[in-house]
């Protein structure tokens, strides 16, 4: 569904996307996560048409975004962060107003508003006017807009930002409703949002493109760097010292628990599993031993991994 290769987005002195390719199966829904600046809404802006590359390529089913740029408007539905509505207008009026700009017929607008009304859960707000609607029923409204002409592609640039937990999980549900119907691209920096509704994770920053890969993906890549997490009943400078001792361990801290148990947070070296060993010295000390496991790190977590040389790097 998206084709994008050697993608480059130069501003006058400033390069906001540099020389980014992917591609996007149909029926997926795609992550595209990045701090402000990471260049998420120029991505996007591009691939709409809203914007032209400075080099490189993209295309939408096959249609090249410039060159094409008619033929792949129509598959796209597009809502931006901040949602252009007509304040003024009432919701079904302005959902029948968008879906005749693009393109139905009267009778196929009307269908189609009745349809997206119902998804979006918006069948019981069509006489209240835009302007007075919360914003979560405002970020249902850009999404039934997005839907109104059965596009092949959504995209949504920040769809739950300034929402609250609610509204949040009512627009997540919805976006996920949408998979395999269509091809979603959904750009945020809200981490664990994306690992909820994405099968797919495209991490940008500074324009450029550092890890693409499923979460669970992701998540085995970075296994090597996770830690373990064991509570012994042991004396902390006996732990201290035997930790020290093993090859296996690159950084080990020690911590009180309750009563005689102590908190042990070891950092395993090129990516060995630290459990059996631990389980073996616990035996062979005859130390109680009540917790044992490996932390299983976050998309938060792998992100910050991801991302942190280029942060060095920067600082130097």
């Not at 389980?279 to 490996?294: H, S, Y």
Request: charged share 25%; with cysteine.
């Amino acid at each position: 569904m998206i084709e994008v290769s050697n993608l480059t987005k130069r501003y006058a002195g400033r390069t906001a996307v540099a020389d980014l390719s992917f591609s996007v199966a149909r029926g997926e829904i795609v992550g595209l996560l990045g701090p402000n600046g990471a260049g998420k809404s120029t991505t996007m802006r591009i691939l709409a048409g809203f914007l032209p590359a400075t080099s490189g390529t993209a295309r939408v089913a096959g249609y090249d975004v410039f060159y094409q740029s008619g033929e792949a408007r129509r598959r796209i539905g597009y809502m931006p962060e901040n949602n252009p509505l007509y304040p003024e207008m009432r919701v079904r009026e302005y959902l029948k107003f968008r879906a005749r700009i693009k393109g139905l017929g009267w009778g196929q607008s009307r269908r189609r508003v009745d349809t997206v009304m119902e998804q979006c859960g918006l069948t019981h707000m069509g006489r209240r006017i835009i302007g007075q609607l919360s914003k979560g029923y405002r970020q249902r409204v850009g999404l039934a807009d997005a839907l109104v002409h059965e596009p092949e592609l959504i995209i949504l640039d920040e769809p739950t930002i300034g929402l609250d937990p609610h509204q949040i999980r009512s627009v997540r549900q919805l976006i996920k409703s949408l998979a395999g119907r269509h091809t979603v691209l959904i750009s945020t920096h809200i981490l664990p949002e994306a690992e909820m509704m994405c099968g797919r994770m495209l991490i940008l920053y500074d324009g450029k493109m550092l890890a693409a890969d499923t979460p669970d993906n992701l998540q085995r890549l970075m296994a090597g760097n996770a830690r373990i997490i064991a509570e012994i009943a042991a004396p902390a400078e006996a732990l201290r010292q035997c930790w020290a001792q093993m090859p296996e361990i690159e950084h080990a801290e020690v911590s009180a628990a309750e009563g005689e148990f102590h908190r042990c947070i070891l950092t395993p070296r090129d990516g060995t599993d630290l459990r059996p060993v631990i389980f073996t010295v616990a035996l062979q000390n005859g130390w109680v031993l009540r917790e044992l496991t490996r932390n299983r790190q976050s998309l938060e977590d792998i992100y910050v991994q991801v991302t942190r040389p280029n942060e060095d790097e920067e600082g130097e």
